[in-house]
């Protein structure tokens, strides 16, 4: 990994680029995974590169969600592999969730590299994905494989990162999808159950310690955080922090102003 100096004002941004980067030399990112990076960073940028009050509604709802489900499961692709191994594992743990990789562009090579990264961090994780027998109905073969005692076994779902036509087909699957995308508009953010519009690199950690906190939450208070939660709203309430935002910043001059810099 080249090295970048802490000073840099974007340091952050070009460590997670040199992370993508290495996920790709590691076997474990796709070339279009570089792409999905390049979008996400984008919209990060546009949303102000911090977690907005919509994404840690929809992060409390997700994790309520979670916490009553009878089958959780992660999904964990070549981006997810790269950016939050170790963060990915620690959610996992916090909500006794099963962890599977799922893969866009499914190679058993790609497989079995994001395994061996996330054995890194933990040699005991229970990882599914590595032989899927099911097939998700409406996909073709390769991007429709799923583990029968992971996704396909699932109630509630998470597909961070994840492609449109996927996030729909496990929806039409009876799943209850939770997603994390920085693009409010992509069909996967559309499709959801909850979307969580922040950037994985926050989102897990912070979903992390929701986990720690609600666990000890009683079921009627779960049902109700979920029973408030309207993810159309979520979205739209996105939508106005970017409109806002964007009026703010080609205000005259304004956008020079510290307080735009979070
Ligand atoms: P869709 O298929 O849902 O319409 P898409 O085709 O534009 O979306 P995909 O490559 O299928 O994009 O999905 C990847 C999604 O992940 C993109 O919407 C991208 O903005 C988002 N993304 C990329 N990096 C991150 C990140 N670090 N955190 C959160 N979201 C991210
Ligand atoms: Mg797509």
Redesign the pocket.
Known sequence: MIKIPKSHPRYWSLY?REKIIEGMEKGMTAK?GLI??G??EA?DYIIGEKTVEPAERAMRAAVAKLLLAKYPVISVNG?VAA?VPEETIELAKALGAKLEINLFYRTEERVKAIAEELRKYDPEVDLLGTNPTKRIPGLEHERGKVDERGIWKADVVVV??????R?EALVAMGKFVIT????PL????RMADITIV????RAYPRMTELAREMKDYSREELLGIIKEYDNGKTLNDVLVHIKNRLTLLAGDGVWKRKELEV
Request: aromatic fraction near 8%; proline fraction near 4%; charged fraction near 25%.
């Open positions: 997670y279009a999905a990076h979008r996400g919209f981006n950016l961070p990162l994840e492609d449109g036509d996030t994390i995308d920085l693009n992509s069909r996967s953010a922040d950037n994985i690199v």
